[in-house]
């Protein structure tokens, strides 16, 4: 038995046992016990399954994802976002759990051929949805996004996006756009969000982040020149925020909040953190 999580694409639905996690448009179901249920109880609950994949391996057990049509009542049970169970859960689990929601989001949007419009069908052992009519394969889409803590000595740059908390600032992200290397999406996502230039660019770590299929290159940069001039409509607010008066800051199992304890552990002297990953 290999302990901790491990994905797979060589479970065989017709095989009985293991565990299961149920998905719908409202989250993960979860009892008292969690989001990890025997897949055979959760199999005849009646549940309205759209469809069902072998995800991994949990500490040896086989786990499979129930992705379902509607958030139906179990009793005593409920629906829980993926984002709630980031901030609280443990953090194996929220890997399971990121894992299946990025399996279930990409196999239901690639029912249908892109090129064609058939149906597609899934490769055996491999995480692939297969066109026959064009020998198509489509893979689990991943979008690479560079996310940039921008510093001047003792001040960071931090903005709000009118999506976040009230009150929070976190640092500058972006997705790359085709042609662009991940230095070149960062300079232009910093001109774009609060016109400034920076330099001295270095990679710090990366993050996957199941919100819907993001993966999170994260630097560090400074500054070089430029005014604040916040983007209308993507930036609510961007600041020069002084290492000693920081507003409210991102979830701490967020990259964001580790680029920004990291710079100010290594200014200020203290622990530095460890990136979650
Ligand atoms: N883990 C972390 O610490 C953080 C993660 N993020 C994530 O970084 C990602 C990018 O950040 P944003 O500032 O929202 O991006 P952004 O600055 O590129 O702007 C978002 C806009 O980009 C467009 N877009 C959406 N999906 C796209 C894709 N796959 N490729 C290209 N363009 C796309 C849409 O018009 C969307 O409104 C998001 O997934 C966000 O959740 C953002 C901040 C912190
Ligand atoms: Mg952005
Ligand atoms: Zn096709």
């Not at 994949?53 to 040896?60: A, F």
């Amino acid at each position: 038995m290999t302990p901790g999580w491990i994905t797979t694409t060589l479970l065989d639905n017709d095989t009985p046992g293991g565990l299961a996690v149920a998905r719908s448009r409202d989250g993960f179901l979860h009892d008292a016990n969690g989001p990890l249920f025997p897949r055979e109880w959760l199999k005849r609950q009646d549940l309205p399954v759209f469809a069902e994949h072998g995800i991994g391996h949990l500490d040896g057990e086989p786990v499979y994802l129930l992705e379902l049509d509607s958030a139906v009542h179990v009793p005593g049970c409920s629906w829980q976002g993926l984002r709630g169970f980031m901030l609280q859960g443990d953090h194996t689990l929220y890997k399971v759990l990121g894992y299946a929601a990025q399996i279930g989001t990409w196999a239901r949007e690639h029912r249908f051929c892109g090129s064609c419009g058939q149906a597609m069908v899934q490769v055996p052992r491999e995480r692939a949805m297969y066109c026959q009519a064009c020998d198509l394969r489509s893979y689990p889409r991943i979008s690479p996004s560079m996310i940039v803590l921008v510093t001047r000595g003792d001040e960071i740059l931090l903005a709000r996006s009118p999506r976040f908390v009230t009150g929070v600032y976190s640092t500058l992200a972006g997705f790359a756009e085709p042609g662009e290397s991940a230095e070149e999406c960062l300079i232009r996502e910093v001109r774009e969000e609060v016109q400034v230039e920076v330099k001295n660019i270095q990679y710090m770590g990366s993050q996957c982040w199941p919100f819907p299929h993001s993966m999170m290159l994260g630097f560090h940069a400074e500054y070089a020149g430029g005014d604040i001039v916040a983007q209308a409509d993507e930036i609510e607010d961007a600041q020069w925020f002084n290492v000693h008066e920081l507003p409210p800051l991102p979830a701490s199992r967020s990259i964001a909040r580790y680029l920004i304890d990291l710079y100010l552990a290594r200014r200020l002297g203290h622990a530095e953190p460890v990136l979650p990953g």
